[in-house]
Every structure is written in C-alpha cells, then in structure tokens.
C-alpha cells in the first residue's frame, strides 16, 4: 500500500459561514472503501444534513458535506513549515 484514502466531512458554522467545522470520519485503503463509508453514514446524525460528496469542480459547489482525499504514504507534506501570520 502506497496511497490511503481520508473521508472527512465538513459543516460551514454559521453567523458568517467563512469558518468551518472539519471531522476526520476515516482513513481507508481504496476510494472505493471510503465511498462505501459514506452511503453507510449519510443518514446518521450529524452527516445527514449534507450527505453529498463535495463536488470541488461544480460551476457552484456546495462546499459542506463529505470529501475523500488521497495521500501518498511516507511523504511530508509541510517541508517547509508554515507561518500563522501568513494571509
């Protein structure tokens, strides 16, 4: 295994919804797995308000619901830090 998959779901916090609430559902060997994931938790609580896989290359994507991301294994993925300050 070279690759994992990370299913997360993300929720915009209201008044203003530029801040958002990020939550790490799980890490699974295949896109495939993290799929299934979702169609098993989409109508749980806390998931079923936005059940959708975030759709990034939409015309207007709604940006809340559930996101897979890939991430090659034994790969920093900050090598040069990061800066708090930086806008």
Do not use: C
């Amino acid at each position: 295994m070279k690759q994992v998959f990370v299913l997360s779901h993300v929720v915009l916090l209201p008044p203003d919804f530029e801040q958002e609430q990020q939550k790490w559902v799980g890490i699974y060997t295949t896109q495939e797995n993290a799929l299934a994931a979702i169609e098993r938790l989409k109508q749980q609580r806390g998931f079923r308000d936005h059940p959708n896989l975030i759709d990034y290359d939409a015309e207007h994507p709604d940006f809340q619901g559930f996101s897979i991301d890939s991430y090659d294994l034994d790969q920093d993925y900050w090598p040069e830090g990061y800066d708090l300050d930086a806008n």
